[in-house]
């Protein structure tokens, strides 16, 4: 088992940073990827970012260029987040996988607002 805590969150105006974190425990010795999913009300969750254990990293191109994804040794993994924009309005997830498995954090709220 793995447990996931995401924390970071909170209101920003547009324009400005936030940085996100997920720590991780329990058998973190086998995950081989994190992602960090976001869901706004209404819509659908989508995948964000995403790191694997060699430090490949991927992202959505609602996010290039903003978003930066990083991860620790022990599988603490951020997301830097610069010029937020409104539509980046939502609750951010992380998620750990194993082979055949995959954990969810309880998520944070990111709002971006004037």
């Known amino acids: 088992q793995v447990q996931l805590v995401e924390s970071g969150g909170g209101l920003v105006q547009p324009g400005g940073s936030l940085r996100l974190a997920c720590a991780a425990s329990?058998?973190?010795?086998?995950?081989?990827?994190m992602d960090w999913y976001r869901q706004a009300p209404g819509k659908q969750r989508e995948l964000v970012a995403g790191?694997?254990?060699?430090?490949?990293t991927n992202y959505s191109d609602s996010v290039k260029g903003r978003f930066t994804i990083s991860r620790d040794n022990a599988w603490k993994v951020y997301l830097q987040m610069n010029s937020l924009k409104f539509d980046d309005t939502a609750v951010y997830y992380c998620?750990?996988?194993?082979?055949?498995?995959?954990?969810w954090g309880q998520g944070t709220q990111v709002t971006v607002s004037s």
């Open positions: 329990g058998r973190i010795f086998s995950l081989y990827r």
């Open positions: 790191i694997t254990s060699g430090g490949r």
């Open positions: 998620n750990g996988r194993q082979v055949g498995r995959q954990y």
